[in-house]
Nanobody
Framework: QVQLVESGGGLVQPGGSLRLSCAAS????????MGWYRQAPGKQRKLVAR???????IYEDSVKGRFTISGDNAKNTVYLQMNSLKPEDTAVYYC??????????????WGQGTSVTVSS
C-alpha cells in the first residue's frame, strides 16, 4: 500500500505565493510520474502539472509561467511552487502519482487534497 500526504495549502492574497508538497510513502517500487490536479467548487477535477520520471514536465495552460513543479527522488516528494496567484486558482489541490509496488502493476494513487484560497 502507498500513501500520498499533501501539505502547504492555505489562504493567500492575489499576487501571493504558496508551495505545496506531496510525499509518497509505503511499498514503493517505481514511481512513474507525480502530479497535481485541482477541483474548484462545482467544477471537474483537472490536471495542473505533472512531472515524469525523466524530469520532463507538463503544465495546464493557465498556470504556465506562474507555477513550477519539481521533484525530489530521494524523498519521493513532489512540489508545486505557485506564484502570482489569482482568485481563479482557488480550489482543492490533489496530489496524484502512478506507482508500482513490488510484484504489482502500476496503480493511480491520490492524496486527500489540500485547500488553496486566493482572496483579498
Amino acid at each position: 500500500q502507498v500513501q500520498l500526504v499533501e501539505s502547504g495549502g492555505g489562504l493567500v492574497q492575489p499576487g501571493g505565493s504558496l508551495r505545496l508538497s506531496c510525499a509518497a510513502s509505503g511499498s514503493i517500487f517505481t514511481i512513474y510520474n507525480m502530479g497535481w490536479y485541482r477541483q474548484a467548487p462545482g467544477k471537474q477535477r483537472k490536471l495542473v502539472a505533472r512531472i515524469l520520471s525523466d524530469g520532463s514536465t507538463i503544465y495546464e495552460d493557465s498556470v504556465k509561467g506562474r507555477f513550477t513543479i519539481s521533484g525530489d527522488n530521494a524523498k519521493n516528494t513532489v512540489y508545486l511552487q505557485m506564484n502570482s496567484l489569482k482568485p481563479e486558482d482557488t480550489a482543492v489541490y490533489y496530489c496524484n502519482a502512478l506507482i508500482s509496488s513490488p510484484r504489482t502493476s502500476p496503480y493511480d494513487y491520490w492524496g486527500q487534497g489540500t485547500s488553496v484560497t486566493v482572496s483579498s
